[in-house]
T-cell receptor, first 114, second 110 residues
Framework: ETGVTQSPTHLIKTRGQQVTLRCSSQ?????VSWYQQALGQGPQFIFQ???????GRGNFPPRFSGLQFPNYSSELNVNALELDDSALYLC?????????????FGQGTRLTVV | DAKTTQPPSMDCAEGRAANLPCNHS???????VYWYRQIHSQGPQYIIH???NNETNEMASLIITEDRKSSTLILPHATLRDTAVYYC???????????FGPGTSLSVIP
């Protein structure tokens, strides 16, 4: 158990819809990152939030957006869902942004777009 | 961005040491090497990380070569529960914009 919780665990959406995924970070962690993991591949970085500000983004279109709240929990929003958005979505939290801090992952949300 | 290369798969007999290699020849002097593992459909689990010295914790040991261009993760007494995909990654900036490659699929065999 890492203390990072994600909800829901599974979700089925229709192409074109919007989805919100939630992440509660480990106590004391003020940095949250989101990843997309397609079947059989490694996780791909979407973006990172530090103290409620986005401070890093991977190669994902603007329809992928996020929020971090004062309690450091976070949301990932995806608009105009496409079939290729079907994946395991992971969030990871850590304390600060230094290179010498490990990230702890939640168990993920499995999103299926039909 | 620093990249890593790992063998796609390895087998290890239960109770023996599992040695998982990783090449990171373009690593910069202030970049750490991290190891995570992922058991089927679960979130990645942190194992260990290091800069240039060898590191050991309750899960594993990390051996980094003197030139820092490669490293080895050692699971001293592999069990069936260690069967997983192991990722060697380099944190390239203060972001978590790390590059997860395909990793090494380790199978521990009874």
């Amino acid at each position: 158990e890492t203390g990072v919780t994600q909800s829901p665990t599974h979700l089925i959406k229709t192409r074109g819809q919007q989805v919100t995924l939630r992440c509660s970070s480990q106590s004391g962690h003020n940095t949250v990152s989101w990843y997309q993991q397609a079947l059989g591949q490694g996780p791909q970085f979407i973006f990172q939030y530090y103290r409620e500000e986005e401070n890093g983004r991977g190669n994902f279109p603007p329809r992928f957006s996020g929020l971090q709240f004062p309690n450091y929990s976070s949301e990932l929003n995806v608009n105009a869902l496409e079939l290729d958005d079907s994946a395991l979505y992971l969030c990871a939290s850590r304390s600060g942004t230094g290179r010498n801090t490990e990230a702890f992952f939640g168990q993920g949300t499995r999103l299926t777009v039909v | 961005d620093a990249k890593t290369t790992q063998p796609p798969s390895m087998d290890c007999a239960e109770g023996r040491a599992a040695n998982l290699p990783c090449n990171h020849s373009t690593i910069s002097g202030n970049e750490y090497v991290y190891w995570y593992r992922q058991i089927h459909s679960q979130g990645p689990q942190y194992i260990i990380h290091g800069l240039k010295n060898n590191e050991t914790n309750e899960m594993a040991s990390l051996i980094i070569t003197e030139d820092r261009k490669s490293s080895t993760l050692i699971l001293p007494h592999a069990t069936l529960r260690d069967t997983a995909v192991y990722y060697c990654i380099v944190r390239v900036t203060s972001y978590d914009k790390v590059i997860f490659g395909p990793g090494t699929s380790l199978s521990v065999i009874p």
